[in-house]
């Protein structure tokens, strides 16, 4: 991996990707960014959009539309490239037509030389990020999902409303799927020093569980409420990967519910990618965190690991 030189390279120039670019300049998160994209036309006049704002930006990153030989010394590939579900498409189907377009990127960065760090965002992310690892046969440690890392955001958030505190206060988190059966293990978040619970046995009158529920399930719904909105989601994701990036960068040792290969963790088999906390540096997801679960919690993140572990099974058969 190249230490001097922070260079990224972005495979999809989609919203989401354009989305993560655009933070990307403004946070001047790395030296030079590099833009891939089966619509060839499309990435270069993104390339162009996005020089044309660096006179007035922070950043003096080196921006253009390039090949998968561009990977050979890069530290990042991100792939944000896929196809959207079709009106009567099933889930099985979308995966499938997906495996086939990442069938077409992986094999191609790994030739070029590439031994840096991937990092996923097409959706069903959990289920992607695992067959960038088959199909890249890198260290699990050097593939990443963005996993439910927006969720625990989106739950911070909302919790930091409810509570009226900074969410960067709060210690919550969202593992399992990035999608309808993640959880939140109540049992492991913290209000600024003091567990929730004991924040809802302290004041009854005032916080109560049921409300901690409806704000799990507006996490659950919110993407499906932002596409109703105005077509689908980016913003948030772009920031995300930005921020996961700037971890990497940084060798912060940060700790993401990124989407990542369970090693044993909670009795389960070492293959399944699933949200879960992790902590991210420059060797990329070094460590896995097995939460102390409660049984019922225990129960559901085992369901969500399920649910993944069969969708990619049918997806192979």
Request: charged residues 20%.
């Amino acid at each position: 991996m190249a230490s001097n030189n922070r260079k990224v390279v972005l495979v999809g120039t989609g919203m989401v990707g354009m989305s993560f670019a655009y933070a990307a300049l403004n946070q001047s998160i790395c030296d030079e960014l590099v833009l891939i994209d089966l619509n060839e036309i499309r990435a270069r006049g993104e390339a162009m959009d996005l020089n044309h704002g660096l006179a007035f930006s922070n950043s003096s990153m080196k921006i253009y539309y390039g090949s998968y030989s561009d990977c050979a010394d890069a530290n990042i590939v991100i792939i944000c490239a896929g196809v959207n579900q079709k009106e009567g498409e099933t889930r099985l189907q979308l995966l499938q037509r997906n495996a086939k377009v990442f069938d077409s990127i992986v094999p191609r960065v790994v030739s070029s030389g590439f031994d840096g760090i991937f990092l996923v965002a097409t959706n069903p992310v959990d289920i992607m990020t695992r067959v960038t690892y088959e199909l890249s046969g890198f260290n699990s440690a050097k593939v990443i999902g963005t996993g439910t890392t927006l969720d625990t955001a989106r739950l911070r958030y909302l919790l930091g409303t409810y509570f009226k505190l900074d969410p960067r206060h709060i210690h919550a988190y969202v593992i399992g799927e990035h999608g309808d059966s993640e959880i939140v293990p109540w049992s492991q978040a913290i209000v600024g020093v003091k567990p929730i619970n004991q924040m809802l046995a302290d004041d009854p009158d005032k916080f109560r569980l049921e409300d901690l529920e409806k704000i799990s399930n507006d996490v659950r719904t919110a993407a499906y409420e932002i596409i109703k909105a105005k077509g689908s989601t980016y913003y948030g994701i772009g920031m995300a990967i930005c921020r996961i990036v700037r971890a990497i960068f940084h060798n912060e040792n940060s700790v993401f519910t990124a989407s990542v290969r369970l090693r044993g963790e909670y009795g389960l088999r070492k293959d399944v990618f699933i949200g879960n906390p992790c902590i991210i540096n420059n060797g990329g997801a070094n460590r896995v965190m097995e939460l102390n679960l409660t049984d019922e919690e225990l129960e559901k993140f085992r369901n969500s690991y399920n649910i993944l572990s069969e969708s990619y099974d049918s997806m192979m058969s």
